[in-house]
């Protein structure tokens, strides 16, 4: 199966850049912030520091998971950590899995070891700690895959959904949550979601594992059930595909789980933040961070410059919100006023 791994990989970020492939609504959309036509003070002296996990960062931005394993990923890997270093911002790598089954695509993820970067997250997958077609990962692993960018923190990603649906998924799940919890005392653990979210009943249990923190990948962004209907459409793989049409728009909106999760445990706000507005919403939510996929990938595969004003872009429009709420920094963002329309209302509500 690892054979197939470099080609799903270049296929994904394909369909990605080319497709339709977010889902139907973006739940960012049902939240609006209410305007204070008076803020009294220099917007030039808006702070945007972050903090998360004992990190300091200068802006509450995280360049989410997205790849690596081939060229064309080791340059995206290489330009955003450039932009890591650049903004002072933290990175992850995409799934390390190609790299633990095959040392020589190591280069490809640590190409980021050329930068400074204020925190790196290593990342592997749920479905790879149990047993599937192939044998789990071992501790030295995960060990390698950790040491081999001098890793902050380690991303467990569950992307069950996509397994469901892409042509060659692991099915298995049973023993992830005990193997959850022996790495989370050996490693700073965050768990992600890749774009269907968390419920409050799973973060009760990723504390209950735990993990340090939950970024929480939820509905509104990209889809893998609709990049997997492609490959699986391209693969002429009908039950898949129908699959992956079915559960297109599957999971927890990702202002939801951020407000499930939030009370819990820090949290990143991710799944389909497309500008800095989105990030507002989401710190003001409770996020101690935004992540960014996908609207910053084809700039990152393009050229270091394009995502250069792409990332600037999205923290001027973060400091023009926080502006105009009457946010001086990211503590004062929280308590902004707000409107949150239906769907997303109902959603929240559930909990409450
Ligand atoms: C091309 C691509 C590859 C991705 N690969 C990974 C991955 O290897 N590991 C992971 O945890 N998430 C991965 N993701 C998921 C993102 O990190 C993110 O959770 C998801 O795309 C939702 O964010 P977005 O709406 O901003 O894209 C990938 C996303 C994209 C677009």
């Known amino acids: 199966m690892d054979d197939n791994i470099e080609a799903r990989k270049t296929e994904h970020i394909k369909i990605a850049e080319n497709e339709q492939v977010t889902s139907e609504r973006n739940f960012w959309d049902d939240i609006r912030l209410v305007h204070q036509a008076i803020p009294d003070f220099d917007f030039d002296s808006i702070v945007t520091k972050a903090s998360f996990l004992g ?15 081939t060229e064309r990923a080791r340059n995206i890997n290489r330009n955003l950590a450039a932009m890591a270093e650049r903004f002072h911002i933290p990175m992850g790598v995409g799934s390390m899995r190609a790299c633990i089954q095959n040392h020589s695509l190591s280069e490809t993820y640590s190409v980021i070891n050329g930068f400074k970067i204020p925190a790196k997250f290593a990342n592997i997958g749920a479905p790879q700690l149990v047993d599937q077609s192939k044998p789990a990962f071992s501790d030295a692993d995960i060990e390698y895959a950790f040491n081999l960018i001098g890793a902050d923190f380690l991303i467990v990603h569950f992307n069950f959904l996509q397994e469901m649906v892409q042509p060659e998924g692991d099915h298995n799940a049973k023993g992830i949550f005990r193997r959850l919890k022996e790495l989370a005392a050996s490693y700073p653990v965050i768990a992600k979601e ?4 968390f419920s ?14 939950i970024d929480v990948g939820g509905l509104g962004g990209t889809s893998f059930a609709a990049i997997e209907y492609y490959r699986a459409k391209n693969s002429g793989e009908t039950e898949k595909m129908l699959s992956g049409k079915t559960f297109w728009n599957w999971g927890v909106p990702s202002p939801a789980s951020v407000v499930y999760c939030s009370d819990l445990l820090p949290v990143i706000g991710s799944g389909g933040l497309r ?7 989401a710190l003001m939510l409770g996020a101690s961070l935004g992540g960014f996929a996908r609207s910053l990938l084809a700039s990152a595969d393009s050229s270091v410059e394009s995502l250069e004003r792409e990332i600037s872009q999205i923290i001027r429009d973060l400091k023009i919100t926080m502006f105009l709420t009457g946010a001086k920094d990211i503590s004062e963002l929280r308590k902004i006023r707000r409107i949150i329309y239906e769907p997303l209302k109902s959603w929240i509500d559930a909990y409450e």
């Open 55 to 69: 990190k300091n960062f200068s802006f509450p931005v995280v360049i989410s998971s997205m790849t690596g394993g």
């Open 194 to 197: 890749t774009g269907n979210g």
């Open 200 to 213: 409050r009943e799973a973060a009760l249990e990723l504390k209950d594992a735990g993990v340090k923190a």
């Open 275 to 281: 500008n800095g507005q989105d990030l507002g919403k």
